[in-house]
């Protein structure tokens, strides 16, 4: 594991303690949000933040043009340290972290949800209620097309995989038969 990724889990590790002390778990993961969009919606912005021949009052400053006063204390204030201690590359790791250690406290998970189409709220929702019954999570998913499957839908929750795609149906036919035709 890098240097970067464990200050970065220290970092998150941190601000969840005094989100959770504020009772704004789910306020600050949504701030955490918004400010990684900006800033990816906004790659100019991102370069002067993250420059480091950028002095930190400067970056400070600009920190506080588009922030100040739209989001909380805790979560400015994070910002704030980040550049003043030059780690503003670790932000992405840092939300990604915050938002892991965040759903776990919550009893929560995210479910990647790929398709080849379009799925109604009523099938995310379903989606959602069967994989919370399996995982005993309250799940949130997220849905993302993927034009390379036939058919059906792949899930993916923290590091497991359900398949049941068309193509991975196949392939697990394919196996069977294999195996068979070897004994």
């Known amino acids: 594991m890098s240097q970067d990724t464990i200050v970065a889990k220290r970092y998150a590790r941190a601000l969840f303690e005094l989100a959770k002390e504020q009772n704004s778990i789910a306020a600050v993961e949504e701030e955490l949000k918004t400010v ?24 400070k400053t600009l920190l506080n043009n588009v922030f100040e006063g739209k989001l909380s204390d805790i979560t400015f204030n994070t910002l704030q340290l980040l550049v003043e ?30 398709t080849p189409v379009e799925l109604s709220e009523a099938e995310l929702n379903q989606i959602s209620v069967t994989f919370g019954q399996l995982t005993g999570k309250q799940i949130r998913v997220v849905s993302v097309l993927d034009k390379s499957l036939l058919g059906g839908v792949k899930v993916r929750i923290g590091d497991r995989l359900y398949d049941g795609s068309l193509s991975g149906k196949l392939e697990r036919l394919e196996k069977t038969l294999n195996q068979s035709q070897a004994l």
Do not use: M, W
């Not at 990684?36 to 970056?59: A, R, S």
């Open 36 to 59: 990684v969009f900006v800033l990816q919606e906004n790659t100019d912005f991102e370069k002067l933040i993250k420059h480091p021949g950028l002095g930190i009052d400067t970056k």
């Open 85 to 114: 201690k030059g780690r503003e590359e670790l932000l992405d790791a840092l939300v990604n972290y915050y938002v892991a250690i965040a759903s776990e406290a919550l009893g929560q998970a995210q479910a990647i949800v790929y």
